[in-house]
T-cell receptor, first 108, second 118 residues
Framework: KNEVEQSPQNLTAQEGEFITINCSYSVGISALHWLQQHPGGGIVSLFMLSSGKKKHGRLIATINIQEKHSSLHITASHPRDSAVYICAGNFGNEKLTFGTGTRLTIIP | GAVVSQHPSRVICKSGTSVKIECRSLDFQATTMFWYRQFPKQSLMLMATSNEGSKATYEQGVEKDKFLINHASLTLSTLTVTSAHPEDSSFYIC??????????????FGDGTRLSIL
């Protein structure tokens, strides 16, 4: 069964803190996606990765294939980073299997 | 970057009305579009996958006669909620991708449609 699990479910931090959101998945994943959903509902695709590490601005995504684990890091967090972050995986086809999301709140 | 436009962003209508939601890829050809439904504080649930020029593939438990999907061109897919009832009230969101049999491609999401049936 294709599974994607995220932790924590909720995360509150002070502005400027380094943030880590974790994602673990079952075998058979071909690509791992990190998505950001804003309060209005719109979703932005942040990263798609199958190995190694990717960086975009203050966001960094890593994946460890052997451990079946991915992390999303946010450096120098800011209140505008407050959103729900969703980990999702492709398991050999186009469909995405979603994690339950992590609700991040950054306090000024 | 790639943009997907979804309209309308919000619909409020009476029970029994049919509601059409459009999903357009603005700067790329979307061979595949996905329609999701999301209840408050829950994850996205895939409803159906539509491929240009062919019938949509519905997930188990999704009524195809209730949720009509049309993907008539490489830039447009529509979801029609027929004879909508209050239990159909939800957040509907589409995503679009370009099929590549050799590798997974990012999906590009619309901004979603919040449907409220009175």
């Amino acid at each position: 069964k294709n599974e994607v699990e995220q932790s924590p479910q909720n995360l509150t931090a002070q502005e400027g803190e380094f943030i880590t959101i974790n994602c673990s998945y079952s075998v058979g994943i071909s690509a791992l996606h990190w998505l950001q959903q804003h309060p209005g509902g719109g979703i932005v695709s942040l990263f798609m990765l199958s190995s190694g590490k990717k960086k975009h601005g203050r966001l960094i995504a890593t994946i460890n294939i052997q451990e079946k684990h991915s992390s999303l890091h946010i450096t120098a967090s800011h209140p505008r980073d407050s959103a729900v972050y969703i980990c999702a995986g492709n398991f050999g086809n186009e469909k995405l299997t979603f994690g339950t999301g992590t609700r991040l709140t950054i306090i000024p | 970057g790639a943009v997907v436009s979804q309209h309308p962003s919000r619909v409020i209508c009476k029970s029994g009305t049919s509601v059409k939601i459009e999903c357009r890829s603005l700067d790329f050809q979307a061979t595949t579009m996905f329609w999701y439904r999301q209840f408050p504080k829950q994850s996205l649930m895939l409803m159906a996958t539509s491929n240009e020029g062919s019938k949509a593939t519905y997930e188990q438990g999704v009524e195809k006669d209730k949720f009509l999907i049309n993907h008539a061109s490489l830039t447009l897919s529509t979801l029609t909620v027929t004879s909508a009832h209050p239990e159909d009230s939800s957040f509907y969101i589409c995503s679009a991708g370009t099929r590549n049999p050799y590798s997974n491609q990012p999906q590009h999401f619309g901004d979603g449609t919040r449907l409220s049936i009175l």
